[in-house]
């Protein structure tokens, strides 16, 4: 005797629901199997082996009844163990379908068997899942009928299992038939159906009610005023007037794919007048329906060969419809959904304004955003598969492409977003309105249909399990109250919906007690209040099912060509940030059935969004780089040197009126010019750049933190990254330098378009929310390094080091009397141009050597900067040291008896005609050069060096009084009174730290510390000598034995006496003419006075402390002595002394620049009356030559 069903103990809710899920990850892991066996690269290598193609030929013809004895398959003994591994995950996953497959069939029975009556607008949660039930059911048997190589796969496990285990796999057989039974998927499913057509097709005519009202054209949307807060103004504070609100947001690729999956399967009731209109609209809406991700079908070419397939059913007029449907199909749907698209761009950014300035409205019009999100997703769909599968060309359809390439669609995604964003920022407004519609409204209403349904005479009494549901949903929201979320409780209506789901389907069997179609007040308030729960807790879940686009996932082609089609597109610009929120929503396509594949999702999405950031950044970084290059264009006509134009065009104004005729050439256009508009509406070059960086600042600027897979992504952090390198770039690029030809740019103008670039980039704050300093503060120390931390290049300090050191430096030591140092002028002189030079370029020393110059470097390349130039200085200046004291080695014996017979001017004459005999250079027998000359040489070189190092002392002084003057009065205080000790030791370590801190801050001192220092390091690590193309044979003495074993002291002594008997050399030399316009001697040796000082208070600072003074007045002595005696030189020796004057001056400058000696010890050992004539002399002649 059979038993009457109890609905309860069916659980239809709870398989429905548990089989649903499983069905999604049944469907994708088929998927991947599809997409895994479809790939050579992914699929198991011996699947490729072509050695075994016999046997996957034998496998696949004797499918399913397979003899394992047969000696063709004995290869696959060997492979056995590797074959069970490998395709382990593919048979089972067949085997899952399989159980899969016999539970929905269970399940589709029962719910036969109940009679259940199936209404979308009244038991939405039970009509809904049944329906993606059916659709999933059919999506994975048709997926399953598409895999390649199944019977060979299947088989080939079975074969190797049976080796392996000495049995077959019990599933194997009903696995095989499987197999076999959905070759024709639909043929089968169609013959499944037959009896659950009466479930089916009611459930599909509900449809009817909400499927073509979401199908409309563009038009009919704004006729009928969709989406729109604004068409009924004074019923914005409304909540919608609508019944089936669960409806309302319902996917519209969902309805297509129930309709024509039903409908197919179900083709007899094609009839009925109902399903023909929804089946003739769902097949017009599109040529290509979904069965998961990016696998689709080209639905009305796989509907005919069903069709046609049916033999006896006399299918040809349905045959001839669907072909009809396909043609209309492809001429006006893509148009359709063009239009469409627009229409949403619209609407999107009026309900994103109005939501952005009220978001009170997400309340009472919060549906709108779930409606719109919905139908905005559902035309993103459409697109990407269609505009990825495009129909065949034996259609004979001509296709727009306009209708595909959508160069606006960044737009529609920027708005989706958008609303989304503000769901989740005003998430607690939502939740306040929520809570108190449920606790307020909801369940005032829901206690008022109960209690009418206990007073109904036609139900005596509500059933027991009913009943029980109903009360607690009611005690459920009527309890919730504000306090909750005013103390941030956590909600879960999950009870509340599942018992909804419950009673729907214990309601809607037949023979219920309650009968839900007899009650639809019921049932419609119930599914209201299931969408006001889920606007409470389940905020964020329904944002996904609404607006989800991981989609993109599975169409990255299409996905980057929109990325770039939207930076080619200006008006797009501030839309491209969504490219990268997109990828946040790839994790949610991943499936917990199918974990293996959410590493290589995850992986995707992360490039991707790195990929989108890093091009957006370099895109915001070239629109900078171009306004840049224009201020510096501007700047560079603002510099002084453009005004002589100007100046020698005024200065012509008082001319005569026939000069004014004669022809002119244009007149070059003025700085300011460009700012002068007479029409907005004419945009310049400059005005399409700020428009372009202020979209893509917008898009930096939307969000702070993107979150893709477990990675939060900061744009702002991106672009700033990119825009250091970028600057950090620009920086050394400005300076032009070029080793080959020696050019560079002259520090001022350098720092006249750094200013220029720093001013731009600190514009950018106006666009975007970032601390520029920031920037400034990371690259621009980076530059007073010799190398940059970023790619390790050189900075603009090694590049001006080098230049001025290697370039200009060597050619005021080498080009002798053509590049004068002037100490009036603060600055290098070009006076002659050497014609005879291989580096045919004029070099004007003045225009990159003078203080104004090197004011700009010292402010380029800052205190770090300007002490590694004069490290790198002094280590030249160590080296012509070490030179010197070989020379002096050589000389010793000599330079000794000078120095204790300076008062015996006989013998000094014999000793100074022994030092200074001519020594031949190996290799070179015309130059011969003696020790004298190599030693004034190197000398005056060292003094150049020290000039050009004093000159950059004080350049940074100046810039650093101007930059900090607090700081440097307290510098200059601790120099003038360093605090005394009694210990002279400690006293001279205290002074030298002083002295190492004034130098840093370019205050001068008696001996430069950086000297001392290079000095000192000379003894243990010999430097690299200073480029000289003069350097004498006397320089290539073997140098560390010899010097090492001399005492040092003595040979600083010794060097002194060379020089001081050296100078009146000098006087023989045509070069050594003192200039008086320049303060200087053409031959540079008025800066041995710097040169004697600072070497000799270095060396016996370091050798002799406290010995200086008395060393220097010896040096005095003994040079005063020699001069004298040059002056005491015959008649016809007179001649050949040419310039005596000018270096009787040199005497003079000495003591002058010295710290330790006074103009009283000069004159005690040489005549004032022969300096002051000297000057007169030299002062005559320069106004002579003038």
């Keep these: 005797m059979s038993r009457a069903m109890v609905p309860s103990q069916q659980k239809l809710a709870e398989k429905l629901t548990i089989l649903n899920d499983r069905g999604r990850g049944m469907l994708t892991r088929i998927y991947n199997i599809k997409k895994m066996l479809t790939n050579t690269d992914s699929k198991p290598a011996f699947l ?9 030929k034998y496998l696949h013809k004797k499918f399913p009844n397979i003899d394992n004895h047969a000696g063709a398959l004995q290869v696959i003994n060997n492979i056995k163990q590797d074959v069970v591994k490998s395709l382990s995950l593919y048979y089972f996953t067949f085997v899952d379908i399989m159980d899969f497959k016999d539970h929905v069939v269970d399940l589709l029975t029962t719910i036969d068997a109940c009679q259940v009556h199936m209404d979308v607008t009244l038991n939405y949660d039970l009509t809904v899942n049944y329906l993606n039930l059916i659709s999933t059911y059919v999506s994975i048997m048709i997926l399953l009928s598409r895999v390649e190589d199944r019977r060979v796969v299947l088989s080939l496990y079975s074969v190797a299992y049976e080796y392996l285990h000495a049995s077959c796999d019990p599933s194997f057989p009903r696995l095989g038939q499987l197999v076999i039974d959905y070759d024709s998927p639909l043929r089968k499913l169609s013959e499944e159906f037959v009896p659950h057509s009466r479930v089916v097709v009611p459930a599909i005519m509900s449809l009817h009610k909400i499927y073509p009202k979401r199908n409309l054209p563009a038009d009919q949307m704004r006729a ?13 504070m409304n909540v919608p007037n609508t019944d089936m609100v669960q409806c309302e947001y319902l996917s519209l690729d969902s309805m297509e794919r129930w309709i024509i999956f039903s409908m197919m399967l179900c083709h007899q009731y094609l009839q009925e007048a109902q399903l023909w209109d929804l089946w003739k609209t769902a097949l017009q809406s599109g040529y290509i329906i979904q069965l998961c991700r990016d696998e689709v079908l080209h639905i009305h070419s796989y509907i005919n060969t069903f069709f046609e397939s049916l033999k006896g059913h006399n299918m040809s007029k349905r045959i001839t419809e669907v072909k009809d449907l396909q043609h209309q199909a492809l001429l006006s749907a893509p148009g359709i959904h063009r239009e469409r698209r627009k229409f949403l761009r619209s609407a999107l950014k009026e309900l994103a304004l109005i939501y952005t300035d009220q978001p009170g409205l997400l309340g009472p019009k919060g549906l709108y955003i779930f409606q719109a999100l919905a139908v905005a997703r559902d035309e993103i769909h459409w697109l990407l598969r269609h505009f990825d599968n495009p129909p065949s060309k034996r259609h004979n359809v001509k296709l727009s492409q306009e209708d595909f390439v959508d160069r606006q669609l960044p737009e529609l995604l920027f708005n989706m977003e958008e609303l989304k964003s503000l769901v989740r920022k005003y998430n607690q407004v939502v939740q306040r309105y929520y809570v108190q519609y449920l606790a307020g409204y909801d369940s005032v209403l829901l206690n008022q249909l109960i209690q009418d349904l206990n007073k109904e005479p036609n139900l005596a009494h509500c059933p027991e399990d009913e009943s029980v549901i109903l009360s607690s949903l009611y005690n459920s929201i009527a309890a919730v109250s504000v306090k909750q979320v005013e103390a941030n409780d956590m909600f879960d209506f999950r009870g509340i919906r599942l018992d909804w789901f419950r009673l729907q389907a214990y309601t809607s069997v037949s023979r219920a007690g309650l009968v839900l179609r007899d009650h639809s007040d019921l049932g419609k308030h119930l599914n209201m209040i299931v969408f006001h729960t889920k606007m409470v807790d389940y905020l964020d879940e329904l944002l996904n099912e609404a607006g989800d686009l991981s989609i993109y996932c599975f169409y990255t082609q299409i996905f980057e060509h929109q990325f770039k089609q939207c930076m080619e597109f200006p008006a797009q610009h501030r839309y491209s940030i969504v490219f990268p929120i997109i990828c946040g929503h790839f994790m949610n396509a991943t499936h917990e059935l199918c974990p293996e594949e959410r590493h290589s999702i995850g992986t995707t999405s992360v490039q991707y969004a790195h990929w989108f950031l890093k091009e957006m950044s370099d895109e915001v970084n070239q629109v900078i780089t171009a306004i840049c290059e224009e201020q510096c ?19 012509n104004k008082h001319k005569k009126k026939q000069d004014k005729k004669k022809h002119v050439g244009p007149e070059e256009e003025k700085p300011g010019v460009e700012s002068a508009r ?9 005005d399409k750049l700020h428009m372009a960086l202020t979209e893509l600042c917008y898009a930096v600027n ?15 952090e991106f672009f700033i990254q990119h825009l250091e390198t970028r600057f950090n770039k620009a920086l050394v690029g400005m300076m032009m330098y070029n080793p080959d030809t020696s050019e560079i740019a002259k520090p001022s103008e350098l720092l006249s378009s750094v200013k220029a670039i720093m001013s731009v980039l600190q514009g950018l704050e106006n666009y975007v929310q970032i601390d520029i300093a920031r920037v400034f503060n990371s690259v621009l120390p980076q530059q007073t390094q010799a190398t940059d931390s970023f790619n390790g290049e050189k900075t603009i300090t090694a590049n001006y080091t080098n230049w001025y050191l290697e370039v200009l430096l060597r050619r005021v030591t080498v080009n002798i009397g053509q590049i004068v140092y002037s100490p009036n002028r603060k600055a290098f002189v070009t006076v002659a141009a050497d014609n005879n030079s291989k580096e045919n370029l004029y070099l004007a020393a003045e225009e990159y050597a003078d203080l104004t110059e090197l004011r700009a470097l010292a402010e380029l390349i800052g205190p770090y900067g300007m002490r590694y130039l004069g490290e790198r200085l002094m280590g030249h200046v160590a080296s012509q040291v070490d030179e010197l004291k070989k020379l002096v080695i050589q000389n010793k014996e000599v330079l000794f008896n000078m120095r204790t017979s300076f008062d015996k001017p006989d013998a000094m004459r014999e000793l100074f005609r022994r030092l200074g005999r001519p020594v031949k250079q190996p290799g070179n027998t015309k130059n011969q050069v003696s020790d004298v000359d190599s030693v004034l040489m190197r000398m005056t070189i060292i003094g150049i060096l020290l000039s050009y190092r004093s000159l950059a002392q004080e350049a940074l002084l100046d810039v650093l009084e ?17 605090p005394n000790m009694k210990d002279t030791k400690y006293s001279n370590m205290k002074q030298q730290v002083v002295n190492e801190m004034a130098s840093a801050a370019g205050l001068s001192c008696d001996i430069d510390p950086l000297l001392i220092s290079a000095l000192r390091s000379q003894k243990n690590e010999p430097r690299k000598e200073y480029k000289d193309t003069a350097r004498t044979s006397t320089s290539s003495v073997s140098s560390d034995p010899e ?36 303060e200087g001697n053409l031959n540079n040796c008025h800066c041995l006075a710097k040169a004697v000082n600072q070497i000799a208070g270095a060396l016996f600072t370091i050798h002799g402390p406290g010995d200086v003074s008395d060393r220097l007045q010896e040096f005095l002595a003994l040079a005063s002595s020699s001069l004298l005696r040059l002056g005491q030189s015959q008649e016809h020796d007179k001649e050949f002394v040419k310039n005596r004057e ?31 004539n000297a000057y007169h002399t030299v002062y005559k002649a320069s106004a002579v030559d003038n």
């Design 1043 to 1078: 010097v090492t074993n001399e005492s040092d002291y003595e040979l600083a002594c010794l060097l002194m006496v060379f020089v001081a008997v050296s100078i009146p050399t000098l006087a023989k030399k045509d070069v050594s003419v003192f200039k008086a316009s320049l």
């Design 702 to 716: 939307y969000c702070n933190v993107i979150q893709v897979w477990e990675h939060g992504f900061v744009p702002r």
């Design 224 to 236: 009928t005023g969709m989406l729109s807060l604004l068409a009924e103004p004074l019923k914005i």
């Design 1142 to 1172: 000018s270096v009787y001056i040199l005497l003079d400058l000495i003591v002058q620049e010295s710290p330790y000696l006074t103009m009283d010890l000069l004159e005690s050992c040489f005549p004032y009356a022969l300096l002051r």
């Design 678 to 686: 007479k029409n907005r509406e004419n945009f310049t070059r400059m």
């Design 962 to 978: 101007d930059r900090i003057p607090f700081l440097m009065a307290s510098v200059q205080d601790l120099k003038h009174f360093v």
């Design 48 to 56: 490729s082996d072509k050695n075994l193609d016999s046997v996957f």
């Design 633 to 651: 264009m501007l700047n560079y006509k603002l510099l002084p040197k453009h005004s002589a134009a100007s100046i020698l065009q005024s200065s």
